[in-house]
């Protein structure tokens, strides 16, 4: 359902494109990679995540889950990364002619995956929050599921559901892995495409946790290639924050000396 009705009236008489996004969220990047391949400009909104600017009433005006991107074209809002980037293509030749639906379905049913191995394996090591703004998140976001989210993070999750979740996204760089060993360059074959759009923020941020890229090598092949377009340095290594991805960096080290970092868990402990 990439097109809704906007709640907030005001977003329809805005022109040209807006795009409201954070500088490290794989959804936002999906979408800005999208639109530096498209060779669009956009007029940037950038919602700080870690204030919980996204549980104001402006913003879920805005996006009615409360999340990250939202875009509006001419007065038209759009949400969900993966339709967006799809809608993005649509003015796009290059972008448009090979779409590969079952890489982007498969991209957009790996996110709750990716956010939860996200957090375990590199927001745990963040600084603690301000007890105020997660007292003000959990009384104003109205995404039900977000907030349980937040809530078992704060718990600790489950091993067995952090465990679920690697198996999960293995299975799935397994599946790119295959796909890439007939020697293809491309996800959907000899040209880039939205299905390399929509799985280069999951490889970036799992390389960020360590996963194990060197087993699948046409995977690693894959993004050592990509990493090297200029949209990937234009829309995702341009709106990091070093300091922020230093930190990160140093937990996947800290977990990794501890012998709890990702590759510990599920099918990736090595017997
Ligand atoms: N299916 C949605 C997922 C959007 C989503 O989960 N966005 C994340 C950032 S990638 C977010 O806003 N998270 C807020 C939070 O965790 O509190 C999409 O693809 O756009």
């Not at 990439?2 to 907030?8: A, S």
């Not at 379905?105 to 997660?134: H, I, M, N, Y």
């Not at 977000?146 to 999960?168: M, P, S, T, W, Y």
């Not at 946790?209 to 699948?216: K, L």
Request: net charge neutral; hydrophobic share 35%.
């Amino acid at each position: 359902m990439p097109e809704i009705e906007p709640r907030d009236q005001s977003l329809k008489s805005l022109k040209g494109l807006h795009l409201w996004h954070a500088g490290m969220s794989s959804c936002s990047q999906r979408v800005r990679i999208a639109l530096a391949e498209a060779g669009r400009e956009f007029e940037s909104h950038l919602i700080n995540l870690e204030r919980g600017e996204h549980a104001t009433e402006e913003y879920q005006s805005i996006h009615p889950n409360g999340v990250v991107p939202a875009l509006v074209e001419d007065g038209h809002l759009y949400i969900e990364s993966v339709d967006i980037i799809r809608h993005i293509s649509k003015g796009n030749d290059d972008l448009s002619k090979s779409v590969d639906a079952d890489l982007l379905k498969r991209a957009d049913a790996a996110q709750k995956d990716l956010k939860l191995l996200t957090f375990e394996f590199l927001f745990r090591g963040g600084p603690a929050k301000d007890s105020e703004e997660v007292k003000s998140f959990h009384e104003n976001h109205k995404n039900q599921w977000l907030k349980q989210f937040h809530a078992d993070f704060a718990k600790g999750f489950e091993r067995d559901r952090i465990a679920a979740a690697v198996n999960r996204t293995k299975a799935e760089f397994d599946h790119l892995n295959d796909v890439l060993s007939d020697g293809r360059s491309f996800l959907s074959g000899k040209d880039f495409s939205l299905a390399d759009i929509a799985w280069i923020p999951n490889v970036h941020r799992f390389e960020l946790m360590r996963w194990p890229f060197e087993d699948t090598a046409h995977l690693q092949r894959w993004f050592e290639r990509i990493s090297k377009r200029s949209s990937y340095a234009k829309a995702l290594v341009a709106w990091e924050n070093p300091r922020a991805r230093n930190t990160l960096k140093a937990y996947t080290e800290k977990r990794r000396q501890e012998g709890t970092d990702i590759r510990s868990f599920g099918d990736l402990r090595k017997s």
